[in-house]
């Protein structure tokens, strides 16, 4: 989705002109945005039923229609689903189903998705884009993109449904903007979305090695994907040079004969010389620090969603990119987009996120932390207030109404307003209401989870060359009294970690989720250390269960309900540690 050159199919300038007339009135164009919907909808069945009688306005609107939640729209979602083809949620027809990836509660949640999703999918990707060129101009070269279509199935009232993005990536209006810049892709994408995820990735690091003088951009929908993407290259680039030098594709990597037949195309015959170029870079590396750059010296930036459970590959991420740029993609979820980056060259861990008034109608619902250092545990919830009311400093949950029969429907998201531009809120997340570890009274949020493993890892392992690459947590309720459980998984087997080293991780984790009043009432934390590879199997039980590499997060925090990863977890603990922190 990038411009050819300056002066090409798409303006950046005029792009951001228009940002700033519609954040310039953000008030008027969120009455509007919110009068549009309601005409657009106002024969389905869901607001029929709430009295609004034809009203558009926002006190008419706010009402007569509730906050909602997910649970509330599911019945209705669920008679879309099986066919039920009256005005039910949206007087537009429903197109397809979105799947949410499920990743916490094992359980992926069905939305409507239709045609006003994909405009605005366009719309902030554009409004992203025109200010990242603006700011790092990428002209006539190449972007290599590690992003993939999941698998779909038919609904039995015979809608296709699959996940948000991949429904993006199927629409016409998308196949559209690619074929606009085909020459900027490092490869055939039409053929390797199609492919499994495992030839899929090898082939796009193969294409991008092909193309290492174009590239200007590297990118991935979520920063995962692209630490995932190296962590693979660490491991395959001796075959991936091998490939090239002979001119022909791994029989073993790579067997769907389409994607054979399309990279081979690529390939055009051996070339010994790039093959070479290449192993001496890797063999230059210093434990793959600045891989980006060394393999793509044209690269600018390094693209994606990097914030929320995204933050803990950073650090990662930064390793692989050395010097280049980390810039944080837009913000949105499986419901709807919310706002673009307009400050590319800010750091990922900074990053705000500017509302569009136009894609949807927000409001904001004021939340009180009960302490300074209380930064995601907000309480005593007051009316929401419209996009242009929120205050500087202050936290909110986020409250969308779409075009895909959403209305009044509380996100989950706490966010906090980082200022302003124009009229409208830059916005930077903090963290998912409900994803709590939380027994009796305490409350830590995946912030907090964040900071204290964060904080273990820098005070006893860091010390030793050991990082965690990946973690998660569950409140253990079968134990009396209940305790917390994390998961840790090194980048060395547990059996060559010394046990006073994880003992001190384990310990301070519970220090940092002390319950001040605790007394007893629960039992002290839980360290788990899990074999290396095991959140490998947990992306491949994913994956297993229709979810796309580019749309996976690892749950940070594993609900009961979700078994199958519980018991993935349970089955590759190396080592066991309770904490002594209070004895």
Avoid at 75 to 84: E, K, L, S, T
Avoid at 546 to 554: A, C, E, L, R
């Amino acid at each position: 989705m990038l411009e050819k050159k300056q002066g090409g199919n798409f303006s950046g300038e005029n792009v951001i002109a228009e940002f700033d007339r519609l954040t310039r009135d953000a008030a008027n164009v969120q009455r509007e945005t919110l009068r549009r919907i309601l005409a657009e909808n106002g024969a389905a069945e869901y607001l029929q039923g709430l009295g609004l009688a034809g009203r558009t306005d926002p006190g008419s609107f706010r009402a007569c229609v509730p906050l909602a939640t997910h649970a509330d729209f599911e019945p209705y979602i669920n008679r879309i689903v099986d066919g039920d083809a009256t005005p039910v949620l949206t007087g537009k027809p429903v197109t397809s189903i979105s799947l949410s990836s499920g990743t916490t509660q094992g359980k992926r949640k069905y939305l409507l998705f239709n045609d006003e999703l994909v405009k605005s999918t366009m719309q902030i990707y554009r409004t992203s884009y025109a200010f990242r060129n603006r700011e790092f101009p990428v002209e006539n070269g190449k972007a290599l993109q590690f992003i993939y279509s999941s698998r779909q199935f038919t609904t039995k009232g015979g809608l296709t449904a699959t996940t948000a993005t991949t429904n993006v990536y199927r629409s016409e209006a998308f196949k559209a903007t690619m074929r606009d810049v085909q020459s900027q892709c490092c490869s055939p994408d039409e053929v390797i979305f199609g492919a499994d995820f495992a030839q899929s990735l090898y082939c796009h690091l193969l294409c991008g090695l092909l193309r290492a003088g174009e590239v200007q951009m590297v990118s991935a929908t979520f920063a995962h994907s692209v630490v995932l993407a190296f962590q693979t290259f660490e491991r395959v680039w001796e075959e991936l040079c091998a490939d090239i030098r002979r001119g022909e594709l791994s029989p073993i990597r790579v067997t769907s004969p389409a994607v054979r037949q399309a990279v081979s195309a690529l390939l055009a015959g051996p070339n010994p010389e790039l093959a070479d170029a290449v192993a001496r870079k890797c063999a230059g590396l210093s434990n793959w620090y600045g891989v980006i750059p060394a393999l793509w010296p044209n690269a600018k930036y390094v693209y994606g969603i990097m914030t929320g459970s995204m933050e803990h590959y950073v650090k990662k991420l930064r390793h692989y990119a050395g010097g280049l740029p980390l810039i944080a993609a837009e913000y949105g979820a499986s419901e709807g987009w919310i706002g673009a980056n307009v400050e590319p060259a800010v750091p990922p861990e900074c990053a705000t996120f500017t509302v569009l008034p136009d894609i949807g109608y927000f409001e904001f619902i004021p939340l009180r932390r009960s302490s300074p250092d209380d930064a995601c545990c907000c309480h005593g919830e007051a009316e929401p207030v419209g996009l242009t009311d929120v205050a500087v400093g202050e936290h909110y949950e986020v409250v969308m109404t779409t075009f895909a029969g959403l209305y009044r429907y509380r996100l989950g998201d706490v966010v906090q307003v980082a200022g302003f531009h124009n009229a409208t809120p830059k916005l930077k997340f903090v963290c998912r209401r409900n994803l709590m570890l939380s027994i009796n009274i305490d409350k830590n949020s995946e912030q907090d989870l964040q900071l204290a493993v964060d904080t273990a890892a820098a005070k006893f392992l860091a010390v030793e060359k050991l990082e965690v690459v990946d973690y998660t947590s569950h409140a253990d309720m079968s134990s009396d009294p209940a305790h917390y459980v994390i998961f840790f998984e090194l980048n060395a087997a547990a059996t060559d970690v010394a046990a006073d080293v994880l003992q001190g991780c384990c310990d301070e984790l519970d220090r940092s989720f002390a319950d001040p009043g605790r007394s007893g009432a629960i039992s002290p934390l839980e360290l788990r250390v899990l074999q290396r590879g095991t959140f490998q199997k947990v992306l491949r039980h994913y994956l297993a269960m229709g979810s796309p590499v580019s749309q996976f997060k690892s749950p940070r925090c594993v609900a009961r309900s979700n078994a199958g990863v519980l018991q993935i977890l349970a089955g590759n603990t190396a080592k066991v540690f309770f904490s002594a922190a209070y004895d």
